[in-house]
């Protein structure tokens, strides 16, 4: 639980994290709205109050979703087309980059629905082992637990690779740079520009002495970029 990572920092609190990896020997937490939110938050906030080291990140995809980054309208998403595919990998692709920012294993898992063929599987497949990265079809849409066993199994798997998990920014580290840090690496930014009422709160954030504090952006969900088209 926890609130949307579009505002907040949108994963498990660190009382349940802490509580389930006293109970059991793998713990899974949803880190909501894309690596670009949820994920970004999890590994440089919450991991690091919590002082928690993650052992590998899933990527969940669906072809559905890609096409719609290829410019495809929602009426058309069952119909095969393998061009706007390929174009939504774009979009894949830079979710990839932003947990290999971080330094952990990562698999990429496709959530299988019925309307997706095996062409448009193999694309996805492919443009993953072009980037040297985990795949695994998750089939618990239809099958239920069974279709994710090969999903878990991969997991464990990867957890065992060579992880040098490391948080995107240094927390001594001014708020302005790490701002900088996020909306480039993450957000993909050239730059940022402060407004003289933001200039205004961070004077008086460091006059608080809040300044050596992680920093959570409320963002649209809606896109990797400030424009949710």
């Given amino acids: 639980g926890g609130p949307f990572a579009n505002i907040a920092h949108g994963s498990n609190s660190i009382i349940a994290t802490r509580l389930a990896l006293k109970c059991v020997d ?25 002082e928690f080291k993650p052992s590998a ?12 980054h290829g410019n495809i309208p929602y009426e058309e998403l069952k119909q095969e087309n393998v061009e706007a595919l390929k174009l939504g990998l774009i979009n894949l692709k830079q979710h ?15 959530n ?21 990265v985990a795949f695994e079809i998750n089939e618990s849409w239809e099958k239920g637990g069974k279709g994710a066993a090969n999903l878990a199994r ?22 302005k740079e790490k701002i900088h840090a996020i909306a480039t690496q993450i957000y993909g930014a050239k730059d ?22 992680n920093v959570c952006i409320a963002k649209t969900q809606s896109s990797l970029s400030d424009d949710p088209k």
């Fill in 112 to 132: 299988r629905f019925v309307s997706d063929t095996e062409k448009e599987i193999e694309s996805v497949k492919e443009f993953c082992e072009s980037e040297n």
């Fill in 57 to 68: 990140v899933v990527i969940v995809a669906t072809i559905r979703a890609l096409k719609m």
């Fill in 96 to 110: 990839i980059q932003i947990i290999k920012n971080y330094g952990v294993p990562l698999v990429v898992s496709l």
């Fill in 26 to 50: 793998y713990v899974v937490t949803e880190a909501g709205f894309g690596s670009d939110l949820g994920a970004q938050k999890f590994m440089d906030i919450t991991c690091r109050a919590g």
């Fill in 192 to 213: 940022v520009v402060f407004t003289d009422n933001a200039l205004a709160q961070y004077a008086q954030i460091e006059k608080l002495g809040l300044d050596k504090l």
């Fill in 154 to 175: 991969k997991v464990v798997e990867i957890v065992e690779n060579k992880n040098e998990y490391k948080p995107l920014y240094d927390i001594n580290l001014s708020i």
